[in-house]
């Protein structure tokens, strides 16, 4: 029977790939400093010798498939590049050897690849970060990195990460969403669209709000879009990922600490140097610790339109989440002044909502109103009309 992909084959591949490294070292093939190319053909030589001479029953196909395998294995990420190739997938997750999974058109759906064993997957996860000089090993298991082509990936290992490494990368996607596609996508209407332009023309203070990949990023894009062109932007992200069609526009990106603990620069310490150039607005990648505390200063204090994404599932869970950002990162100034700053401060929330068939759409947005019974007051400006409403305010999705 031909060798399929099972065990009998990744034992194979384990095997055909130690060959390959050995052949590669007898001949002194260093594969970084030779053309690709030529390392490509020198692997299908030693792959089509390593099956003739061991007689291994394979079809063509499969023997080609070794073959661009073990190119991927010796000069990319391994199994990672098919799924790194295709457009379609937005998300890939890495459960341990085993069991991989990616997201296509908001769907999660388990596929076919696998790796060896855990330490090949540990392999490609050093591959991704040795040029950037970042490591992983037990007393630092866990890391953020982006590869060379812009997208974002986490990595974690064992002891903490408790059934086999674990890597999770967001692709990047050169193209984004433009506003006709989203409106067609029917992620959200025409009349919400114009909505959006003009909350963001008339320097409303903007948080963008959803869950984990509702498409946050893909929105504060396209609201940066409708910034007049005389303003001056200063955005601030952990890993930049916007890309804002803009002729006045200043990056800064946060960094992590280097290997000795030291050198880190937060969102917090971004958006305070931000402030002290002149900006007219100020955007934030997203809102996940005490930069908030900044950020709505900022909001409050001439910098009107600046924006930033948070982590929630509702309009009302977005200033909850706020207070509570506030209150764990010292914001230690009572209920009422907590209130008021958030009610002074933030003006429109923008909620996105992914539905259970994989749609994202911009599900409501809200005016912050707030009164003196009231600091939460919302008054909604737009609904989705694909969700059934019900009497709490609350999307039943
Ligand atoms: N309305 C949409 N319809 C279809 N695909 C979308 C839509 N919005 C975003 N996407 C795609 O979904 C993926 C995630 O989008 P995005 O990065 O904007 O989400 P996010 O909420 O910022 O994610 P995260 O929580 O990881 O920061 C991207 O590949 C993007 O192209
Ligand atoms: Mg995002």
């Not at 394979?58 to 799924?83: H, I, T, Y």
């Not at 950037?132 to 060379?148: I, K, N, Q, T, Y």
């Not at 409303?204 to 879009?225: H, P, Y």
């Not at 709505?296 to 009302?316: F, P, V, Y």
Request: aromatic share 4%.
């Amino acid at each position: 029977m031909a060798i399929r992909v099972d065990d009998d084959y990744q034992h194979l591949k384990k095997n055909v790939h130690s060959h390959i490294i050995e052949r590669l070292d007898e001949e002194g093939i260093e594969v970084e400093r030779v053309e690709k190319g030529q390392v490509s053909r020198f692997i299908q030589g030693v792959v089509d010798h390593y099956v003739a001479t061991h007689r291994i029953p394979m079809a063509n196909a499969d023997q080609a498939m070794l073959v661009r395998e073990m190119v991927d294995e010796v000069l990319g990420f391994g199994p990672l590049e098919p799924l790194l190739a295709d457009d379609q997938i937005n998300d890939i997750l890495i459960n341990g050897a085993n069991s991989v999974f990616v997201e296509i058109a908001g769907v999660l759906q388990k596929v076919q690849t696998r790796f060896i064993d855990d330490e090949h997957v540990i392999r490609i996860i050093r591959r991704i970060l040795a040029p950037l000089g970042r490591r992983l090993d037990e007393s630092s298991p866990m890391v953020d990195a982006r590869l060379p082509d812009g997208s974002r990936v986490n990595a974690i290992i064992p002891p903490i990460a408790l059934d086999g490494p674990s890597m999770s990368i967001r692709k990047f996607s050169s193209k984004h969403l433009t506003a006709n596609e989203l409106v067609n996508l029917g992620s959200m209407t025409r009349d919400c669209l114009d909505l959006l332009s003009n909350i963001v023309e008339s320097r409303r203070n903007l948080l963008v709000s959803g869950g984990t990949g509702t498409g946050k990023t893909t929105i504060l894009n396209l609201l940066s879009e409708f910034i007049p062109q005389d303003e001056r932007i200063v955005t601030i992200e952990d890993s930049a990922e916007l890309q804002l069609n803009h002729p006045h526009i200043v990056r800064l990106e946060t960094r992590p600490a280097n290997t000795e603990g030291t050198g880190r620069i937060t969102a917090r310490d971004l958006i305070i140097n931000a402030l002290r150039m002149r900006p007219d607005r100020v955007i934030v990648g997203e809102v996940r610790s005490g930069e908030i505390i900044e950020l709505l200063q900022a909001m409050n204090t001439g910098h009107e339109g600046s924006m930033s994404t948070i982590h929630s599932n509702s309009a009302k869970d977005a200033l909850i989440r706020i207070e509570t950002l506030l209150a764990v990162n010292g914001y230690d100034a009572g209920e009422r002044a907590i209130a008021r700053l958030i009610g002074s401060s933030l003006d429109v929330v923008v909620q996105l909502t992914r539905l259970p068939n994989g749609r994202r759409l911009v599900s409501e947005v809200v005016a912050l109103q707030p009164t003196k019974s009231d600091p939460y007051r919302m008054e909604t400006l737009y609904r989705s009309p694909e969700i059934e409403w019900s009497n709490t305010q609350e999307a039943a999705v």
